[in-house]
């Protein structure tokens, strides 16, 4: 898609939904050399101009897109979240601050590979709206998920007699082919058995349950294993001491097994069996083993006190109102982007984003690469950041990131800007 083309399709989500072109995408009048032969890229600018610049360059393609907009609460941090006049219309007082993203999310969109994943942060307010448009921008078969993330244990205050401790993460591919790689299992405690081939835990059973599992539906699959009383499992009967069994329920009920016959034979160390002779799936750890993420987000490394705490041990004080917790963050990463994948986060903060694929990069033997994009919004004096000598909010997240190489000296950023003359 060239420029033309995204100014089109621009124009065209702006006619759908009914909103006011706020903002046109500029062309730049200079080329962020190099942003790239770093391990993170730090763009001090408007995210709209740098989100062109790094379109109308070319050559970068985005893997990974994570945001954490303002959520048009109408408070003021240290950056202004106040985009709620009421223009009437169908989007009332949600007009304003759609207009805002509408153009950075078509622009988000131009910039992902075809496999491409974008993840945002946000709450009930806009909730609402940014699925409206991302189900326009990005189609609605692209949607991949709502995560739903628990924020506080004792939540905030709100709606009568309701407390608030959940966000959510909205999470689009660009096209079908975009899928989640899932996160590292790392519950070894679960895994409490042994044998020759690893550490494993029973993984249901063996025996088909629910629809066509009778025997009649799969006649092939009833046949007999024969175990032993030490948990083992054969499909022919290699010893007189083995007990033999069939797919019977607890009720009497013929059912059938999950694996044809020769499967079985091939594959019988993958099973396990009770001293009942009920026979179990093993499954089994490993340092590559990968699980899916389940939709509800719960960790206590989520929490909005962990994000709090990170804050005060990177800055010495509470510099940002509403900072992500890193293990949030990672998790995403984890579970979105191959281990080479370039990240962009253009609402970057205190650098949240690529402090949390740092640490990934170092644990994991892995080489993301990441693109910050922040404004240099003026911080006020009378602002926390403003008495610890923050004078932009990009000053903060480069903060970050000076911090980052200090403990490290191996980690490389680079800082630009774009000529918005």
């Not at 007082?93 to 950075?104: A, G, I, N």
């Not at 009778?214 to 032993?228: A, G, K, Q, T, V």
């Not at 990170?310 to 109102?321: A, Q, S, T």
């Not at 950041?385 to 000053?395: P, Y």
């Amino acid at each position: 898609m060239n420029n033309e083309a995204v100014v089109e399709k621009l124009g065209t989500l702006t006619g759908t939904l009914g909103l006011r072109r706020t903002e046109s995408i500029p062309s730049p009048s200079a080329m962020l050399e190099g942003i790239l032969n770093t391990e993170c890229a730090l763009v001090k600018a408007d995210n709209l101009k740098a989100l062109s610049a790094l379109y109308l360059q070319g050559e970068i393609k985005i893997d990974f897109c994570y945001i954490d907009p303002p959520y048009n609460t109408g408070g003021t941090f240290v950056y202004d979240d106040k985009r709620k006049i009421d223009r009437g219309g169908l989007w009332g007082r949600h007009e304003d601050w759609m207009s805002f993203m509408l153009p950075r999310l078509t622009l988000a969109h131009s910039l992902l590979r075809d496999d491409g994943i974008i993840a945002i942060s946000i709450d009930d307010y806009e909730y609402a709206h940014l699925k409206i448009m991302m189900d326009t921008i990005f189609e609605e078969e692209n949607y991949i998920a709502t995560l739903i993330v628990c924020r506080s244990k004792n939540g905030k205050g709100g709606r009568a007699n309701v407390a608030v401790n959940h966000e959510y993460v909205l999470v689009y591919g660009k096209t079908p082919g975009a899928l989640l790689h899932g996160i590292a299992e790392n519950d070894a405690e679960k895994y409490d058995r042994e044998d020759e081939h690893g550490r494993f835990t029973i993984d249901g059973l063996f025996r088909k349950k629910g629809d066509a599992s009778l025997r009649e539906d799969r006649p092939n699959l009833f046949y007999p294993l024969y175990y032993s009383q030490d948990g083992s499992v054969y499909a022919d009967k290699v010893s007189d001491h083995l007990h033999e069994v069939f797919p019977m329920d607890s009720k009497g009920v013929e059912r059938r097994w999950l694996w044809g016959q020769d499967k079985a034979r091939a594959e019988s160390w993958k099973l396990y069996a009770s001293k009942g002779g009920v026979i179990y799936v093993k499954n089994y750890n490993s340092d590559s083993k990968r699980v899916k993420i389940r939709s509800i987000f719960d960790k206590l490394g989520y929490l909005t006190d962990k994000a709090t705490t990170e804050i005060k041990e990177i800055y010495g004080d509470k510099v940002f109102e509403t900072p992500k917790p890193m293990e949030l963050i990672k998790d995403l990463i984890e579970c979105c982007c191959a281990k080479d994948a370039v990240i962009l986060d253009f609402f970057a903060g205190t650098g949240t984003t690529a402090h949390a694929a740092y640490e990934l990069n170092r644990t994991t033997n892995a080489y993301r690469k990441t693109v910050l994009v922040e404004h240099p919004h003026p911080v006020s004096l009378s602002h926390m950041a403003g008495k610890n000598g923050f004078e932009t909010t990009a000053d903060i997240t480069e903060f970050r990131l000076k911090k980052i190489r200090k403990d490290d000296p191996g980690f490389k950023y680079s800082v630009h800007s774009i000529d918005e003359s």
